[in-house]
């Protein structure tokens, strides 16, 4: 086969692997009323989806509508013969350090599904929204999941080896707050024996498997029996970790109980927005959050929960159909192992007459760095010439072609620089080598780099011996089928980041690409330069480049997110103004908006607050009636000062911050039975956030160990 035809031939592989992967990863099947009583039907969820939401009005923690909301939960469940009781109670949550304190009073619903003894297996999912959206995503699909799940478990009236219950929090949103007050329960607490929260960052897209418990080895066994389609990867635990996010999940896994964690996450530009409504919510990812699950409970209730208990595995699903998996213990001792092999395999490859050792051992690299390189310049470009810091917002496709044409073209020049196997042993060498890395410092990303490699190892190991070792017939099908496997793994990588992230995070989609087409390297290797090819993928990635400069960064289906926020204060001696509009954006405000309502950045936009930069402009007074704090109290120890504070808000308070500097040295907050102390390694500035109506007149205990005047 000639050059150019494989060039193209492999072009179109690639094309239609990262489509299969698109396909594989997107949520096709539904199901309707009429299904069987026992099966998780879309269609039923939705219905109920309706009934809960109402209005579809925001319904944040405390606020009229979030009641209106418990209210119609409750009779959900009454319907359908469950009982359900409320458990209010007032808690204070500072899970992520002390910069932000969040309190307030939040009533739960807890509901007996399927009755028993011992400790219960808890579906979980919250009911309160953000204020400026309805949350039909985030995460009433979740409520509406468990009420189907709830459902169709009674249909099934299995014997169960333990009790269900559904547990309905308040407060996610705020502060993890309804979670928190459970777990602060000592009987309620004492009931749990694992959990399966269902939660959303979107509106579509694949239900992801994207968090466990500790110790996740058979948890991840029992998903993988008990579920149609596989959507997971440990990577996704391993990322998570590092993130500044968490759902109620977070505080049960702190406290030991074995977990699962679901959401779906892509269409992300309508999450906690106006935008997160029924009908932009994809009955498709309805169906696959249910059947994750219904599956998972049904495979719980026939699982003791001491087989449960066991090592960490590292694992990656692949198209949805398959879950390889390994302990994570094995993961360096098997990336090793293949390393090994690969170099063997290496040795015994019949050297070429051509070729220099050391081009070749650079051109994973060159690809690489070119791969990113390219990320970074096309992006400075399209930036620069809208003016925008995420220009492919709303119509990401011109730039994605950019970069797969860009990224193909750079995989057909350094294909120039190597022979067959020079090409084959330094991708797979390099690819083993960086699983050994991996394994030994982030285990969760091990599979992206082993597993492939692992396949490679055999094959190449079976044909380098072969007629005509890897440039022979058999050696070119080993290369190919390598290949295919390394394409399969990192792109569907790709399409993952950029549902999660965009193209905003460009690296998220020319590193996976690097590493998959290094792989492809070996097959393009040829005595033709390819250079009518590489002009016209230049010239594609040309064309998308030039057409992503000149297409908006926003539409009407997906517009630019701003907060404006009316700010009002008393005289204080620092602060600029006593009325304002305030205008929070991750970008500069259009201009349009600017230059109509006059808006200027400001470095401290919040005082007082401590909230950093934003827009302002200058408001006439709306006549509301400012909080006040009064010192009830000061006492002092031989190290320490309390003091006493009372909050005041007006009737239509919603909640009250309280900013602490971080001159005072906090080292405590009692409020309302809450005592929250500070770690010591504690140094910063505290805001306290009160968020339920009652907290407008509050009485809050501070142990400082500094200066108090601030």
């Not at 009779?75 to 359908?80: S, T």
């Not at 971080?662 to 809450?674: E, F, N, T, V």
């Amino acid at each position: 086969m000639s050059g150019a035809w494989r060039v193209w031939i492999l072009a179109l592989v690639a094309v239609g692997v990262w489509w299969l992967c698109g396909y594989a990863s997107t949520p096709h099947k539904t199901v309707d009323a009429s299904a069987p009583a026992t099966a998780f039907s879309s269609a039923r969820a939705d219905d109920t989806l309706g009934r809960v939401l109402g209005p579809e009005k925001p319904h944040p923690v405390s606020s009229a509508e979030n009641a209106a909301v418990r209210g119609r939960i409750l009779k959900e469940f009454a319907a359908l013969g469950v009982p359900a009781r409320t458990y209010q109670a007032f808690t204070c949550n500072a899970w992520r350090g002390f910069g932000y304190v969040a309190c307030a009073t939040v009533i739960d619903i807890v509901a007996e599904v399927v009755p028993g003894q011992g400790k219960a297996i808890v579906m979980m999912a919250h009911y309160d929204s953000v204020p400026a959206g309805p949350g039909a995503s985030d995460d009433e699909s979740g409520v509406a999941t468990v009420l189907e799940t709830t459902r169709a478990l009674k249909a099934a009236n299995a014997k169960s080896l333990h009790p269900v219950i559904a547990l309905i929090t308040d407060g996610e949103e705020a502060g993890l707050l309804g979670a928190n007050a459970f777990l602060q329960n000592a009987a309620l607490k004492a009931r749990v024996g694992a959990v399966v929260n269902v939660e959303a960052r979107g509106t579509k897209g694949p239900s992801l498997l994207f968090q466990t418990s500790p110790g996740d080895g058979r948890l991840i066994d029992l998903y993988a029996a008990h579920v149609p389609t596989l959507a997971t990867s440990s990577l996704y635990a391993e990322i998570y970790k590092y993130l500044p996010n968490d759902t109620d999940l977070t505080l049960f896994i702190r406290d030991g109980f074995p977990s699962f964690n679901f959401a779906f996450a892509d269409n992300v530009r309508y999450y906690h927005s106006p935008f997160d409504l029924r009908r932009n919510l994809d009955p498709a990812t309805l169906q696959m959050h249910g059947d994750n699950l219904l599956g998972v409970v049904s495979g719980l209730e026939q699982t003791d929960y001491a087989a449960l208990k066991g090592g960490n595995d590292v694992y990656m699903s692949v198209l949805g159909v398959a879950l390889p998996r390994i302990a994570s213990s094995w993961a360096l001792p098997l990336a090793i192992a293949v390393f090994i092999v690969l170099l063997v395999a290496t040795l015994l490859a019949p050297a070429e007459a051509e070729g220099s050792t050391w081009l070749a051992a650079l051109m994973p690299l060159a690809l690489l760095f070119g791969a990113i390189a390219l990320g970074f310049g096309f992006a400075i470009i399209v930036r620069l010439i809208t003016g925008m810091p995420d220009p492919t917002y709303a119509y990401p496709a011109p730039m994605r072609i950019a970069l797969a044409a860009g990224v193909w073209t750079i995989t057909m020049l350094v294909s120039r620089m190597v022979t067959v196997r020079g090409a084959a042993a330094s991708a797979w060498l390099w690819m083993s080598g960086l699983g050994i890395v991996v394994a030994a410092t982030l285990p969760g990303l091990s599979p992206y780099f082993v597993f492939p490699s692992l396949i490679a190892a055999v094959l190449l190991l079976a044909t380098a011996r072969a007629p005509g070792g890897w440039t022979g017939t058999w050696g070119q099908i080993a290369l190919f089928v390598s290949a295919l496997g390394a394409m399969i793994v990192w792109i569907a990588l790709i399409g993952s980041g950029e549902t999660l992230m965009g193209l905003q995070l460009h690296p998220l989609f020319t590193i996976p690409a690097a590493f998959a087409m290094m792989t492809v390297v070996p097959l393009l290797v040829s005595r033709e330069k390819h250079s009518i090819s590489v002009f016209i993928f230049d010239a594609i990635a040309l064309v998308g480049l030039i057409v992503a400069c000149f297409m908006p960064a926003y539409s009407k289906e997906s517009p630019r997110r701003i907060d404006l926020i009316y700010f009002q204060n008393d005289n204080g001696s620092h602060w600029i103004a006593n009325t304002a509009w305030k205008a929070k954006s991750a970008e500069p405000l259009p201009e349009a908006l600017q230059n109509a309502g006059g808006f200027k950045l400001d470095n401290d936009a919040y005082p007082g607050l401590g909230m950093g930069d934003g827009y302002t402009v200058s408001a006439s007074a709306q006549g509301f009636t400012l909080p006040t704090a009064t010192v009830v109290k000061t006492e002092k120890s031989s190290a320490v000062r309390f003091v006493t504070l009372t909050l005041h808000g007006s009737a239509n308070t919603d909640g009250m911050t309280l900013y602490i500097p971080k001159a005072a040295k906090l080292r405590g907050i009692d409020l309302r039975g809450q005592h929250l102390v500070v770690p010591p390694d504690w140094s910063g500035a505290t805001r306290l956030l009160c968020v339920s109506r009652d907290c407008r007149d509050e009485t809050v205990k501070l142990t400082l160990a500094g200066d108090t005047s601030g």
